[in-house]
T-cell receptor, first 113, second 114 residues
Framework: GNSVTQMEGPVTLSEEAFLTINCTYTATGYPSLFWYVQYPGEGLQLLLKATKADDKGSNKGFEATYRKETTSFHLEKGSVQVSDSAVYFCALYVNTNAGKSTFGDGTTLTVKP | NAGVTQTPKFRVLKTGQSMTLLCAQDMNHEYMYWYRQDPGMGLRLIHYSVGEGTTAKGEVPDGYNVSRLKKQNFLLGLESAAPSQTSVYFC?????????????FGNGTRLTVT
């Protein structure tokens, strides 16, 4: 079956620090990979995605590279801001899985001024 | 641009009461989903639908029923609420016709069962 394992939180950083949230996956078939972000009191929203090996997704200063050889999709940002405080979810989607995505458990990030 | 709209936003029920959560999307998406989010447990899929008139069970379907009578609406019903159903419920939609389309989520319904 499909599964996503992401770094346990919570993660607390100071403003302007470097962020890495690790994500690894197992999948039957060829997955697309996603990072979603959930701000307090809101639903999840797409942060970035990558659909094939070696693709790099990027948005709002965040980046993640689809590494097929290590089955990983780690989220990085060079300089975090207080406004980046949120819960981050790694997810995969395989077209043959009847439309169902597989999510990691989420990593809570808190950025302090 | 409404996207995915969930109603109500908050609800408190007593054990044994029933209610229906409504999800509406205006993006003409084929697929719709109901998830619950509990602390430390991430997102768990309750039921989903791959088209109007079709529904299927997810990971945690017990105690819930769903209906997809119209393409744009997906209803989640609790026939006899239990305290274990206290959670935040999220509806989502996607379009498999768009290659690798991501999920679009509503803002959630916070349900408390006392």
């Amino acid at each position: 079956g499909n599964s996503v394992t992401q770094m346990e939180g919570p993660v607390t950083l100071s403003e302007e620090a470097f962020l890495t949230i690790n994500c690894t996956y197992t999948a039957t078939g060829y997955p697309s990979l996603f990072w979603y972000v959930q701000y307090p009191g809101e639903g999840l929203q797409l942060l970035l995605k990558a659909t094939k090996a070696d693709d790099k997704g990027s948005n709002k200063g965040f980046e993640a590279t689809y590494r097929k050889e290590t089955t990983s999709f780690h989220l990085e940002k060079g300089s975090v801001q207080v406004s980046d405080s949120a819960v981050y979810f790694c997810a995969l989607y395989v077209n043959t899985n009847a439309g169902k995505s597989t999510f990691g458990d989420g990593t809570t990030l808190t950025v302090k001024p | 641009n409404a996207g995915v709209t969930q109603t109500p936003k908050f609800r408190v029920l007593k054990t044994g009461q029933s209610m229906t959560l409504l999800c509406a999307q205006d993006m003409n998406h084929e697929y719709m989903y109901w998830y619950r989010q509990d602390p430390g447990m991430g997102l768990r899929l309750i039921h989903y639908s791959v088209g109007e008139g079709t529904t299927a069970k997810g990971e945690v379907p017990d105690g819930y029923n769903v209906s997809r009578l119209k393409k744009q609406n997906f209803l989640l019903g609790l026939e006899s609420a239990a305290p274990s159903q206290t959670s935040v419920y999220f509806c989502a939609s996607s379009s498999p016709g768009q290659m690798n389309s991501p999920l679009h989520f509503g803002n959630g319904t916070r349900l408390t069962v006392t």
